[in-house]
């Protein structure tokens, strides 16, 4: 880890921090800031003091409430967040102190705020002396789903939180197409980049160090891609046979259908999402893979068929439906300052649309996989359950427990099991005597 570039740097961060405890989305203010940072060191240390920040908010809301002799106020909002990216400097990434100090400090001057420069050193420096105070690995957690992930999951809700809490490894998967699994575990060797193997996942490698995705080789040629293993294990769950017409209906960012495609040269993909913005991520993320003229992508709504449905069944269809993102809150911290218990309601009156509308879409004997990166059973074995239940033709095909918990008619793998995010996965057929289409499963 660099120190950085100075004042600058915090700059960038401090905004991004501020922007997120106000509400905007982490993912997206650094996408918008990170690219105007030159050095990729610099770019690696806004995402770590952020990351930090987030994961350790109430310690330092702790440390603030008792140190200073009034709350600050709206105004001083950005001020709070340079004093939480002066404090992550020192715990937990523990940089050099002294230059962390001087360079937050420096920030606070340029941001026009030189009459609490004076202010924000001291406190730091006392930061420094004294250290932060503890605070439970639930702490972040707003109440309401607090008391859910307990409900839902009594005997494993601390080790939830405690897992929630700290990043997570780095988890690639090779692109087949391009080379084997091991052919590119010498390349990282060479590389210096330490990692492991998976057994039970043929295309996944293990980093548990930091490392840039830019910084792999052969990132820009696509012979790899960033994608926790709880995510692969979407293309082994649904398991679509050769040269199967295939839906992945809420494709967003693209990594699940870039790995459909990556394991079936034969596969007829159609891509689709709601959001034109987000669908060309996923342009974004075939064309890198060269996977780009083999799949049709669409921006349209999965719940509004009739808008954009050609009437010719799918033989398998991937729904990994919007969610309250519940698992992945190592990785998106700012998941706990966001989500309100109202969403949860839209979110599973969503989630059963989307299962109603895309059900007759899939031709007779065809497989649909319902997942969601969600630990709450509300979304995931209670969906499912109730889909079953209103369903005629609707029928479990069971995962073994290399998929996670035992969850209604799915699995559950919860955040930080094997390394792994939380996931969800329901395999479900189609009662009939085979698929109407060309690529009977």
Excluded at 47 to 54: N, Q, V
Excluded at 303 to 320: C, H, N, T, V, Y
Excluded at 340 to 366: F, K, M, N, S, Y
Aim: one cysteine or more; hydrophobic letters at 45%.
């Amino acid at each position: 880890m660099t120190s950085g570039s100075g004042s600058a740097v915090r700059v960038v961060a401090a905004r991004v921090l501020d922007a997120v405890l106000q509400g905007r989305s982490l993912k997206a203010e650094l996408a918008a800031a990170l690219p105007g940072i030159a050095d990729p060191r610099d770019r690696a240390l806004v995402e770590a003091i952020c990351f930090a920040a987030l994961r350790n908010r109430p310690r330092y809301e702790a440390a603030l409430a008792a140190w200073m002799p009034r709350p600050l106020g709206r105004r001083d909002a950005p001020l709070r967040a340079m004093l939480y990216v002066g404090l992550a400097q020192l715990d937990p990434l523990r940089l050099p102190a002294h230059a962390a100090l001087a360079a937050t400090v420096d920030a606070v001057r340029e941001t026009g705020r030189a009459h609490q420069a004076g202010l924000a050193n001291a406190l730091l420096r006392r930061a420094q002396r004294e250290g932060l105070p503890a605070a439970a690995p639930d702490a972040a957690w707003p109440a309401w789903l607090r008391g859910r992930v307990r409900a839902d999951w009594p005997g494993q809700a601390e080790a939830i939180f405690e897992a929630s809490a700290v990043p997570g490894p780095t988890w690639l998967r090779v692109n087949r197409l391009h080379g084997s699994r091991e052919h590119y575990a010498a390349r990282l060797d060479e590389a210096g980049i330490a990692h492991a193997q998976a057994d039970d996942l043929p295309d996944a490698l293990r980093i548990d160090a930091p490392v840039s995705p830019t910084a792999l080789p052969g990132f820009a040629q696509g012979d790899v891609s960033v994608q926790d293993a709880a995510a692969q294990r979407v293309a082994d769950a649904l398991a679509p046979a050769a040269g199967a017409r295939v839906l992945d209906a809420c494709a967003a960012p693209g990594g699940k259908s870039a790995h459909l495609l990556e394991r079936d040269p034969g596969l007829r993909l159609t891509a689709l999402d709601v959001d034109a913005r987000r669908l060309a991520r996923v342009r974004e993320t075939l064309a890198r893979l060269g996977l780009l003229e083999r799949a049709t992508l669409l921006a349209a709504d999965a719940a509004r068929p009739d808008a954009w449905w050609d009437g010719q069944a799918f033989d398998a269809i991937l729904l990994d439906a919007p969610c309250s993102g519940t698992g992945i809150v190592r990785r998106q911290p700012d998941v706990l300052l966001h989500r309100r218990e109202a969403d949860l309601a839209a979110l599973t009156a969503l989630q059963a649309r989307l299962l109603d509308a895309l059900w007759p879409l899939l031709a007779p004997g065809g497989r649909l996989l319902y997942a969601t990166c969600s630990i709450l059973q509300a979304e995931n074995a209670g969906q499912v359950g109730a889909f079953l239940s209103r369903t005629a033709d609707a029928r479990v095909e069971p995962l073994d427990d290399s998929y996670g918990h035992a969850a209604g008619a799915g699995r559950q793998r919860l955040p930080g099991e094997h390394g792994m995010d939380g996931f969800f996965y329901a395999r479900l057929r189609k009662d009939g005597s085979g698929p109407a289409t060309d690529g009977a499963m």
